[in-house]
């Protein structure tokens, strides 16, 4: 025989009371999870939407604050602040650079209200500055009123080449001349139009929301970043792409504070409920705590028999609440994404792992083993005699 | 005959309020091999607390006492835990069988906090000895009160102890039960084992081959 088997035993004898006390650890940690899981997918989607897949290291913005410009460069928004075009011949000759993007962003909400499309004026340059950005059917642009679509939003729209889009916002008439591959970024729900036209639609001639720049050595950007700002005026920034995606987490921290907040709560709600339920559990066998300190138990053994029995309450909890969070994530992952104020990425913004897993089943089982301290305690401490004689 | 446990003026004082309860009063006893003893006494005269000092559950507040010659008043929580283990066997009026326990787990239950091996054998051994092979499966509250205290007995014999104090083993059982206990002792006793009974019922203390008289903590012949 095992303590262990002692430990399951006692469980059994209040089935309802465990399973009640395991419930609000999974619940913890399924919370846990979730949370995890969500708030390390949407960095992860960020950082691998901006920085990873594009082929952009550097943007040159008029906006200094990363998480401002990331605002233009993520979601189209129309900044007061724009980019003079002479500056796209400028950083063509510097040194280091590969391949300059200049780009004129906005958005339209559909006449119906039900969708924002995202336009970027572009150049061919794109093709050089983005390998991911690969027209899979039709071609380039053929004049100013063509557009390339993206491969969600042609989805969306049933759009084929060559089929005309009407925008009643903009009072205009596309013509369809490429649909792109999907790419699981933002591209696959944008609208590119060549830059001209853009500029036309927004009243912005000879100005851009950004520069996109390609470098041709990684390596070297903090030198070219450092040759680029001195070849510009002090106006503008140079912000690394990096930097961008952080700024766009900036947007994401409130959100994140508010879930660990919940994280935080469930947690303690379940402290409380182990703690009350062991010590409850600890009054009701004081006799038999003092029968196995008269057949022999120590203060150790009894420490151990207490807190076995809270892992196993712990245990089954934090496994139910691992399982629940991976059915739980996804369905998270879309909420989220609709109430998300910052960059929503096209990617899954929900990665659950066997890392995240496994830290949660931790830390409901850390959490276990702290909140059995004090009854575990409190059992030691029993003195078989004294409770014996007041029988 | 060898000493099994001396106690040399053993005196308990219980504080009661500012009142001073003298438990035990300058009792000297010796337990040795092979010792049959009843303990007799009114209610209140120290009965039980005789027996747990010498079992080492309990602390004298005076006097010494003695396991095979081994001084233990002043050995830590821990060596008396392992002389108990290795040398005494306790009786309770209670049983203090554990619910969730099967007989036989109840009986191999000292064995996990001893950290000695269980062996199917000897368990089966001792419940046949105790006559409840057939009831091996069986949880406590299935039992009979006289059964309840042969597993009881039963458990107290798994760690081969020298010797079983048993306070008022029968005191909880009618007059057939109690007979089959004691007659369970006397059988232990014949094997070598000393038995220290603590006891209301003079027949019991009649059979055995010593009585200690005790009377508001002093022993009175
Ligand atoms: N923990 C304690 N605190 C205070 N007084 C105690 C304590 N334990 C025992 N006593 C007192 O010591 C005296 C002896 O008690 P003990 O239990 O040894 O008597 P007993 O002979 O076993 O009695 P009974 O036959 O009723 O079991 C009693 O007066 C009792 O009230
Ligand atoms: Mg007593």
Redesign the interface.
């Known amino acids: 025989m095992k303590i262990l088997t002692l430990a399951f035993n006692n469980i059994r004898r209040t089935p309802m009371r465990a399973l009640l006390t395991a419930a609000s650890v999974l619940i913890a940690a399924a919370t846990l999870s979730v949370v995890l899981a969500l708030d390390r997918g949407y960095a992860r989607a960020v950082k691998r939407e901006l920085v990873d897949k594009t082929g952009v290291h550097l943007y040159i913005t008029k906006e200094n604050c990363p998480i401002e410009a990331a605002s233009v460069v993520a979601q189209g928004g129309l900044s007061p602040l724009y980019v003079e075009q002479s500056l796209v011949a400028v950083s063509e000759s510097t040194e280091g650079i590969a391949a300059v993007l200049p780009f004129q962003l906005f958005a339209e909400t559909t006449s119906d209200g039900t969708r924002t499309d995202i336009f970027m004026g572009v150049t061919d340059a794109i093709r050089r500055v983005r390998p991911d950005w690969v027209i899979e059917k039709g071609g380039w642009f053929e004049n100013e009123d063509s557009v390339i679509l993206g491969a969600q939003i042609a989805q969306i729209e049933l759009a084929k080449v060559g089929d005309r889009l009407y925008s009643e916002k903009l009072d205009k008439e596309f013509k369809v001349t490429g649909i792109l591959r999907k790419s699981y970024s933002q591209d696959d729900g944008m609208i590119f139009l060549p830059l001209a036209t853009a500029q036309r639609l927004v009243k912005r001639e000879g100005r851009l929301s950004a520069i996109a720049v390609k470098l041709t050595d990684v390596s070297r950007m903090q030198e070219v970043t450092t040759r680029l700002r001195g070849r510009i005026s002090q106006d503008y920034s140079v912000i690394g792409a990096k930097e961008l995606s952080e700024g766009v987490l900036g947007f994401f921290a409130a959100t994140r504070m508010i879930m660990f907040v919940m994280v935080g709560v469930a947690f303690g709600v379940s402290v409380f409920g182990i703690v009350n339920t062991m010590l409850m559990v600890v009054m009701e066998r004081r006799r038999e705590i003092a029968y196995l300190k008269c057949v022999g138990a120590r203060r150790a053994d009894v420490l151990r028999l207490i807190t076995m029995e809270t892992l196993l309450i712990c245990v089954v909890g934090g496994l139910g609440g691992i399982l629940a969070g991976m059915f739980i994530t996804p369905l998270a992952g879309s909420m989220l994404r609709g109430t998300l104020v910052g960059y929503v990425p096209a990617g899954s913004i929900a990665a659950p792992s066997a890392g995240v897993a496994l830290f949660s089943l931790l830390v409901a089982v850390g959490t276990g083993v702290l909140c059995a301290l004090y009854p575990a305690w409190k059992a030691a401490s029993i003195v078989p005699m004294e409770v014996l004689r007041n029988e | 005959m060898n000493s099994l446990i001396s106690l040399e003026n053993v005196s308990k004082f219980y504080k009661r309020g500012i009142e001073e309860v003298h438990a035990l009063d300058g009792v000297t006893l010796d337990i040795a091999e092979g010792d049959l003893i009843a303990i007799c006494g009114p209610s209140g005269s120290g009965k039980?607390t005789l027996l747990?000092i010498a079992g080492c559950?309990?602390h004298a507040s005076k006097g010494v006492v003695r396991i095979r010659g081994e001084e233990v008043e002043r050995g830590g929580?821990?060596r008396l835990?392992e002389i108990?283990?290795s040398m005494i066997g306790?009786v309770?009026q209670?049983f203090?069988?554990?619910?969730?326990?099967t007989v036989e787990?109840n009986v191999?239950?000292?064995?996990?906090?001893?950290h000695h091996k269980?062996n199917p054998s000897r368990t089966a051994d001792l419940l046949e000895r105790v006559g409840l092979s057939h009831r091996r499966h069986h949880l406590p509250g299935q039992l009979s009160g006289g059964e309840m205290q042969r597993v009881a007995v039963a458990?107290s014999l798994i760690?081969e102890p020298k010797v079983i104090l048993a306070d008022e083993p029968t005191g909880n059982l009618d007059s057939r039960n109690s007979a089959a206990v004691v007659e369970l002792f006397e059988t232990l006793n014949r094997a070598g084992i000393a038995i220290v009974l603590v006891t209301h019922n003079p027949d019991l203390a009649a059979r055995c081959r010593k009585v200690v008289h005790l009377e508001d903590g002093k022993v009175v012949g």
Do not use: C, K
């Open positions: 039980t747990n559950m309990d929580e821990r835990a108990r283990q306790f309770f209670q203090f069988l554990i619910p969730t326990l787990e191999e239950l000292p064995l996990l906090f001893s269980a458990r760690n």
